[in-house]
């Protein structure tokens, strides 16, 4: 296959934005097979050049969205079919608005990597202590082994915790929130817009819990404006 020949002589890996760049070049030796793979071509025989280079570029920042296979093909389609059919510009930010549109409106689904599970230990950003566990021991059923059923003590009875041996301390359930929402599947502005709070809640000394409360607010500004 050309393009295969193509990504091996130039040792270029197969993915969306590298397609895009070699098929425009190539495109009339290319024999296309697949379903996706036909729709592309027609796709790309709609953009200019320069447009190929900004629908390239955008599809490299992209870290959930699917960008390789014929998934990847069918993301693209839809995508910058949706900005052609209606005229707007082959922009970043109209490549971002088509895909808020095709998400939210779109007949045929998107593909996307799966992201990572919800810690369901947190709920509307507060921690959800029903889901927390509990380690430490019952000071019911230790009392009820220092006593005999007839209400005399066990002096045979030893507590399980040396009372002169202090607990380790728990880990502050708020910093990993804080490490959870730093991870968060989101566009690199703003995965710096997260780093740039964390830093500076960390520099000026609040509380994990402050901390953990404006990256949570970042969070779902982002999700509310999708």
Same mark, same amino acid.
């Given at each position: 296959?050309?393009? $295969? @020949?193509?990504? *091996?002589? *130039?040792?270029?890996?197969? %993915?969306?934005? !590298?397609?895009?760049?070699? &098929? ?9 097979? !697949? ?27 992209? +870290?959930?969205?699917?960008?390789? =296979?014929?998934?990847?093909? !069918?993301?693209? *389609? ?8 209606? +005229? ?5 930010? =109209? ?9 939210? $409106? %779109? ?7 799966? =992201?990572?599970?919800?810690? +369901?230990?947190?709920? $509307? ?8 566990? *509990?380690?430490?021991? !019952? ?14 003590? $066990? ?12 607990? &380790? ?5 708020? @910093? ?29 000394? @609040? %509380? ?17 404006? +999708?």
């Amino acid at each position: 296959m050309v393009l $295969n @020949k193509y990504f *091996n002589d *130039n040792n270029i890996a197969v %993915s969306v934005p !590298s397609t895009v760049a070699a &098929a425009y070049a190539l495109k009339d030796k290319l024999d296309w097979k !697949s379903p996706a793979q036909v729709e592309f071509s027609e796709v790309l025989a709609r953009l200019e050049p320069a447009q190929c280079l900004v629908v390239k570029a955008w599809f490299e920042k992209q +870290r959930r969205l699917k960008t390789e =296979g014929d998934e990847g093909f !069918s993301n693209l *389609n839809q995508i910058v079919s949706w900005l052609l059919n209606r +005229r707007y510009g082959v922009t970043e930010s =109209g490549l971002d608005m088509a895909l808020t549109n095709v998400q939210n $409106n %779109s007949n045929r689904k998107l593909f996307w990597h799966e =992201g990572p599970k919800q810690d +369901r230990t947190i709920w $509307n950003g507060k921690l959800n202590h029903a889901l927390i566990p *509990n380690n430490e021991p !019952s000071k019911r059923s230790e009392a009820a082994q220092e006593f005999h059923p007839n209400g005399r003590r $066990n002096h045979a009875f030893k507590p399980t915790q040396d009372p002169a041996t202090k607990p &380790a301390p728990a880990p502050d359930a708020w @910093k990993e929130i804080c490490q959870l929402y730093l991870k968060q599947w989101i566009t690199p502005g703003q995965r710096d817009k997260l780093r740039a709070e964390y830093d500076a809640g960390i520099a000026s000394g @609040k %509380s994990w819990r402050e901390i953990g409360t404006a990256l949570g607010h970042i969070v779902k500004s982002r999700e509310r404006g +999708r």
